[in-house]
């Protein structure tokens, strides 16, 4: 049994001896009370308090009052994780104010310090209550994590919570989105204006924490040191003044903060030499060293500490008084998470707290709390006011009030069109899943011939109504269309999560999606052509996990747009500008026509009624009006051939975050599953292929003659959670998935399959740049090898392992970095920074199918895509953040350190760069795959799309070949 449980009684919420919690940690357990007696675990809850106030305490008697068994604590450090498992074991907290007595048995605390076995967290739960845990061991979002079940846990902590939009921590929230979880955070709010996925039940304000006593007010004292390597030496000067005069008086000690860990090295010295005896914390040191330099700066053995970066944030230092600012934080939640550190008050000190910084260094968002005359402790909790009223998060509300009003609607034109079978009709007594978190909270249809209306309920804002309205729950309309005589479907929908939980219950008939060839009428009867934006995608050969897109706008953007571009590209989305007034726009991947406009319902409904003329006419239309020279569509109603490949959609590819969980099964993170055909009948035209995914694998069917086009066949149910992004999540299972994104066939006659749509692109050809091809001595190389080795023969090299010897020539030692990034998922196999060049290279290296170099189209297929995989990551933000976290797996740094990596992350700006992409293949023959007069060249063909995308996503492009002759 828990020690929570079975010595619930000895917990006394409100003690009538010793202090006692203080209002505001009562306040949030009331409101964690009252919120989960009405509320389900759907919603994260989020609980505001300034830093100092006492979150601690708030978690360990929450445990008590929620009637908790075993909880998972996050911590966003190893130090926090520490420092929080030490508290959890002891509770003396809550030993000290008086809730609990002297005596209380310890709590049994697993600190998580290594990734866990599937099969171990049993064990762990079994002997422990309490786990806490730093993200990265326990987050779903890596694929080599075994998640703790959810079945194990009765709620999550997550301390430092604004960290939430982070996707180790988002994969998190998700995962367990039917166990209670409480976030805790000082800053309720996130510079970037990311969503916190969670709802606000009880936000304690700094104002009250300064009025109520529990934190002092800060001084700012502020030195104009300019931005020259003076500056140092002026913050340690006045670092050193301010301790000596504090120390007088107060048993004190000091925080000093930069961003680089060999800035830290460098102040390290300094400070001694200065006479203040202080030491390092940052992320890379060992676990057990910052552990001791916090102890020690607590028993007063050190004046202080230097922290890099977040390293300090969360720490538990009681006497901090003096903070000083090598690196000036540039956001105000993160100085607010600074400022807590010092602001605490002790009973050992008077005075208030003092940070000391340079005002010549301070620049963006922090610039008005830095350059104001107005004292620190009436500023900040007005900054910190303003951030509120613009974070993201669930408000409270007011839906299911009796006198809640629909308001006006004022939508946008856009619907999703079907053809719907002769008996299609409205089921009037429809239901949502029963499994769904959606309810029905409104309908309305004027009459049979009119739009039906629905509104679903979840929590989340609203933003289709003509006027901002907050309430509890968030709401989401549907606005569905039905025209029997010309057998369509129109759907409008804010949130296809919400339309899917109960569509199946509303529908009866079939319904599918329209043709391209049908869709492309939307835009035919007008005569003069003027597109104003055209997006097309690659229609020769999609990129497994990157496909490119190329966009024109501007006023009659046909124009610019090359013939040649029919080649490679077909229309994925069309924006014609059709007279004063009036722009229509198409997309082909779901359907979808839109109207730049808003209007009424009856406004809406005139909209597709005039539309349905346009899809209802005689028209031909294989491609758009004004663009006849890109690929051509037709619709296909039967397979004629087997595909030779089967491409998951991109969407797959390009979600933040992917979900996929086997009923009974394992749950898999981040892992796109493939598709293989396994047979075709000829005659029936149907396709069988499996799908595979590790370990899993099940049967799917393709049949044009169904009214869903795939068909899963499986006794287990397969959900998928896409996170398009922080606030598009799509969650359906496998076969919604798939059919509302099928997969696309690559055909052996060169035309390619989505859905129900045949595209054909056009077949001409153009030169590729002769500085593409280069050709590179690949002898002492086994070019059939791929795999590197940490020692491999000298004289058989693996292809990786002598492409690195290629780089080597040019590597600089002293600011460049060459990362193995291996594994599924990888971005490359090889990424060389060149620092000083500010030059990313993707190497993508492939062993030849032959020992002899040749002209072969085998060692072309997968090089290629995974070549055009990389545009991804070109002026990318994101990509230090996603090589980092393969460097927590099998990936590592050949040549560099880890340092010099932080320190080109820390002050890389995506628009200073250049990017190469590299694919070294030495079974090309050269002086062969360049010749593009060669006979049945499919290496030349190929290549040319693989140029165009990359050079496109402005990219440098390589392909490292074999001279002739060569091996």
């Known amino acids: 049994m828990s020690v929570f449980s079975e010595y619930k009684e000895r917990f006394i919420l409100e003690p009538k001896t010793g202090s006692g919690l203080r209002k505001c940690q009562l306040g949030a357990i009331w409101a964690l009370k009252s919120y989960f007696i009405s509320n389900t675990s759907e919603a994260a809850t989020l609980i505001s308090l300034p830093t100092g106030s006492g979150k601690s305490a708030i978690m360990m ?13 996050i911590e966003p450090s190893k130090v926090l994780r520490t420092q929080i498992s030490e508290q959890f074991c002891r509770l003396e907290i809550l030993k000290r104010i008086g809730c609990l007595p002297e005596d209380f048995p310890e709590v049994k605390v697993y600190e998580v310090k ?33 998640p703790i079940p959810a079945e194990f846990i009765d709620a999550i902590f997550m301390d430092e919570a604004h960290h939430e939009a982070a996707p180790t921590w988002k994969a998190i929230n998700s995962y367990y989105n039917n166990v209670k979880r409480i976030f805790l955070t000082a800053t309720p709010f996130r510079r970037d204006r990311k969503t916190m996925e969670a709802k606000l039940i009880y936000h304690y ?79 890379d040191r060992e676990d057990r060293d ?49 400022l807590g550190r010092i ?16 005002k010549d260094e301070v620049k963006g968002e922090v610039s008005r709390l830095y350059n ?66 959606y309810r029905v909270s409104y309908v309305s249809q004027k009459d049979i011939n009119s739009p039906l209306v629905v509104i679903t309920v979840i929590d989340k804002p609203i933003e289709w109504a003509n006027r901002k309205i907050y309430i509890e729950n968030y709401l989401d309309i549907h606005i569905l269309y039905h025209i029997p005589e010309k057998n369509l479907l129109f759907e409008l929908t804010s949130s296809e999560e919400a339309l899917d939980s109960f569509t199946k219950s509303l529908y009866i008939g079939s319904i599918s999606r329209i043709s391209y060839s049908k869709l492309y009428k939307a835009l035919s009867k007008f005569d003069h052509e003027n597109y104003i934006m055209v997006g097309m995608k690659n229609a020769v050969m999609p990129g497994i996990a990157h496909p490119s897109y190329k966009t024109f706008i501007g006023n009659s953007v046909q124009d610019t747009i090359r013939n040649s571009e029919g080649r490679v590209f077909g229309v994925r989305y069309a924006l014609m500008n059709m007279g004063e007034k009036k722009t229509w726009g198409i997309a082909t991947k779901r359907s979808r026509v839109w109207a730049m406009k808003r209007g009424t319902i009856d406004e809406y409904k005139i909209w597709c009624d005039n539309l349905a003329d346009l899809l209802d006419s005689n028209i031909d239309c294989s491609t758009l009006p004004g663009l006849s020279f890109l690929a051509s569509t037709t619709p296909i109603n039967k397979l004629e051939e087997a595909p030779i490949a089967i491409l998951q959609d991109d969407v797959f590819y390009r979600a933040e975050f992917l979900i996929i969980s086997i009923e009974g099964g394992k749950t898999y993170m981040n892992a796109v599953p493939n598709i293989e055909v396994r047979s075709f009948d000829s005659t029936s035209g ?13 049967k799917m069917i393709m049949n044009f003659d169904n009214p869903l086009l795939w068909t899963v066949v499986s006794n287990k149910a397969i959900t998928i959670r896409l996170f398009k992004s922080a606030n598009d999540v799509i969650t359906a299972d496998l076969e919604k998935i798939i059919n509302t994104f099928p997969p696309t066939l690559i ?37 059939q090898a791929e795999a590197y080795k940490k020692k491999p023969n000298p004289k058989e090299l693996p292809v990786i392992n002598k492409t690195i010897k290629f780089i080597e020539t040019d590597f600089d030692k002293q600011s460049d970095i060459l990362i193995l990034d291996d594994g599924a998922h990888e971005i490359s196999d090889l990424i060389w920074i060149q620092g000083l060049k500010h030059i990313i290279h993707f190497i993508h290296c492939k062993p030849s199918k032959s020992d002899k170099p040749g002209c072969r189209k085998s060692d072309c297929d997968i090089v290629f895509t995974q070549a055009m995989r990389s545009i991804h990551w070109v002026y990318s933000e994101l990509m230090f953040e996603r090589i980092k976290e393969r460097l927590h797996g099998e990936s590592k740094i050949i040549f560099g350190s880890s340092q010099l990596l932080d320190e080109i992350a820390a002050t890389f700006k995506v628009n200073q760069w250049k990017y190469k992409i590299i694919v070294a293949q030495p079974g090309f023959d050269i002086d062969k795959v360049s010749n593009k007069k060669l006979s049945n060249n499919n290496v030349y063909e190929l290549a040319i799309p693989t140029y165009e995308r990359i050079t496109a996503g402005l990219a440098d492009f390589e392909i490292w070949g074999n001279q002739k002759n060569q091996n």
């Open 343 to 358: 602001s605490r008050q002790p009973l050992e000190q008077s005075g208030n707290a003092i940070l000391i910084a340079n």
């Open 686 to 698: 149907i396709l069988t292929c499996v799908l595979t995914l590790e370990s899993f694998s099940c």
């Open 372 to 437: 104001s005359d107005e004292t620190w402790a009436k500023l900040v909790p007005q900054l910190i006011d303003e951030s509120m009223k613009k974070a993201r998060y669930y408000r409270s509300a007011l839906i299911d009030e009796p006198d809640f009003v629909l308001p006006d609607l004022n939508i946008y034109f856009s619907t999703v069109i079907y053809d719907a079978s002769d008996d299609f009709s409205f089921n009037t007594d429809f239901k949502v899943k029963s499994t769904s978190p």
């Open 114 to 146: 290594h990734i866990q076995s599937a099969d171990k967290w049993a064990e762990i739960f079994q002997e422990h209550d309490v786990v806490v845990a730093h993200p990265n061991s326990i987050s779903p979002y890596y694929k080599k994590v075994s």
């Open 205 to 283: 304000s700094l104002k009250q924490a300064f009025d109520d006593g529990i934190l002092r007010p800060v001084d700012f004292l502020g030195v104009k040191a300019g931005l020259d390597t003076e500056s140092d030496s002026i913050l340690i000067e006045a670092a050193k003044k301010t301790f000596i005069e504090q120390k007088k008086y107060n048993p004190v000690s000091i925080m000093i903060r930069t961003d680089r860990i060999h800035h830290a090295e460098y102040l390290l010295e300094r400070y001694k030499s200065s006479g203040l005896n202080v030491d390092i914390v940052h992320s």
């Open 290 to 338: 910052n552990i001791r330099v916090v102890n020690e700066v607590k028993e007063g053995k050190l004046d202080g500490l230097i922290s890099v970066g977040m390293a300090s944030e969360g720490l538990d230092i009681p006497l901090l008084k003096i903070a000083v600012l090598h690196a000036t934080p540039k956001s105000i939640p993160y100085t607010i998470q600074f």
């Open 61 to 73: 008697a929450a445990c008590f009052e929620l009637n908790l068994k075993k909880i998972l604590i």
């Open 747 to 783: 055909m052996p006659k060169g035309y390619i399959i989505e859905g129900r749509t045949k595209i054909i692109p056009n077949s001409s050809i153009e030169d590729i740049p002769d500085e593409v091809w280069v050709k590179k001595d690949w002898s002492n190389c086994n070019i």
